[in-house]
């Protein structure tokens, strides 16, 4: 994908913003036309639609061409949904007019790709198919801008769907009662637009500069082999040094702009703990300094994605160390939470206090307190734990610095 084509993503993305409950001007008809036409630009595509309905009952809402004959848009939904169904998340379906029974001249389609249409919760509210008059294949970049934008129609749609149920509301004491819900959410939709926004500008930069950035890496470490010098080595391994760096920064950012699937399994949590303990000491972060695990009860069980979790301790006892000088040492803690049904898990250093001007932002995307930081590893932390139904705090004192993850725990049998 070239980077005039990333401009017009990028501007397109600046006009598709999701409207809010209260817009009184708002269409959901055209917000999807729109979407429609952008996917087919993105693509490449000819057809591109999105549908509304469960099972096989359902209709089109939204396509960038005109569609003749109003009754068949009843039947192309459940013909697509079943297809989804059967073939999965994602599918490539060839040779679309032996799969589907419709009406409209299909017979110079050759190939389509479908996208299920899910709400925050995973329903499957709809679809988005975008055909082909001939045979394509699709990058893993633009793949996802257009998973992206099938989040994008569906929460629209769900959005609407929202905005419907508030105005058939007749009793003020209803909407009071609703009041909450609708706050978390319309604090879900914001998030994820939110993610939409920056995954889809930032999924396509990374992938553009990796390929260049490989080149240039390529290049020093060939150079570094034919000049000798000094000199020159040394402004060849300070290059490469920022390189690592700048690739450093990549990987977060891509890390912070997807979102967090969780592959959840059982996890003693105090078990999971000794074993990191070999890694962390490990890290060269430690070089001259110690960690320690006490209190460690032997059966308390969270629901974890392990690999997850280990990224979260693993960053966080990598940021106690570098707070604190050679000799000292970074303790871990499980205590009993305020809550019955969660453990606290603490990492405390006796670091300098941090101000508190700064201490409110540190899960900031791009606030850092170090002078090469990315700012971006302690709000992906945040979005770890907290996709795990978890919470993190920061507290800094005299004392040190304290940081706490609570995770819900399963319950006894």
């Not at 060839?94 to 029974?101: I, N, P, R, S």
């Not at 020093?220 to 060849?236: E, G, I």
């Not at 301790?313 to 809550?339: M, T």
Request: charge should be neutral; aromatic fraction near 4%; include cysteine.
């Amino acid at each position: 994908m070239d980077f005039q084509t990333i401009q017009q993503v990028a501007q397109r993305s600046a006009v598709l913003k999701l409207p809010k409950l209260r817009d009184q001007d708002y269409s959901l008809d055209h917000y999807l036309h729109e979407i429609t036409r952008d996917v087919c630009q993105l693509l490449n595509s000819d057809w591109t639609i999105i549908t509304l309905g469960e099972g096989p009952s359902g209709q089109v809402l939204a396509s960038n061409l005109p569609m003749r004959n109003a009754k068949a848009k009843l039947s192309l939904h459940g013909n697509l949904a079943a297809l989804l169904i059967q073939n999965g998340l994602l599918c490539f379906i060839d040779e679309v007019e032996h799969q589907l029974d419709y009406q409209e001249p299909l017979g110079r389609y050759t190939c389509s790709l479908g996208i299920p249409l899910r709400t925050v919760h995973g329903k499957m509210i709809g679809t988005m198919y975008s055909f082909h008059q001939h045979p394509c294949q699709h990058t893993s970049e633009r793949l996802s801008i257009v998973k992206l934008f099938a989040e994008r129609a569906a929460m629209a749609i769900e959005n609407h769907q929202l905005r419907q149920q508030q105005l058939d509301q007749q009793s003020k004491q209803e909407v009071a009662a609703r009041t909450k819900d609708w706050k978390m959410m319309q604090s879900k939709l914001a998030d994820r637009e939110r993610l939409a926004e920056i995954g889809e500008f930032t999924t396509l930069i990374v992938h553009e500069v990796r390929n260049p950035l490989t080149t240039i890496e390529m290049g020093l470490n060939h150079a570094k082999k034919k000049l000798f010098s000094a000199t020159d080595q040394q402004r060849l391994a300070l290059a490469l040094s920022e390189s690592q760096r700048l690739k450093h920064l990549l990987n977060e950012i891509l890390l912070y702009a997807k979102p967090q699937v969780l592959k959840l399994s059982k996890l003693n949590i105090s078990a999971f703990l000794t074993e990191l303990l070999v890694d962390l000491r490990e890290m060269p972060e430690a070089a001259e300094r110690s960690v320690e695990l006490t209190h460690l009860p032997p059966e308390i069980y969270v629901l974890a994605d392990v690999n997850k979790l280990k990224q979260v301790f693993i960053n966080l006892v990598r940021n106690a160390f570098e707070a604190i000088h050679p000799g000292e040492k970074v303790n871990c803690e499980i205590v009993n939470s305020s809550h019955p049904e969660q453990i606290c898990l603490n990492i405390h250093n006796n670091s300098d206090p941090i101000p508190p001007e700064i201490l409110s932002q540190l899960t900031t995307p791009f606030c850092s307190t170090k002078p090469s930081g990315t700012g971006l590893g302690l709000e992906i932390v945040k979005r770890i734990v907290t996709a795990h139904g978890g919470e993190l705090t920061i507290n800094s004192s005299t004392a040190g610095i304290t940081v706490s993850v609570q995770l819900p725990t399963i319950p006894k049998q």
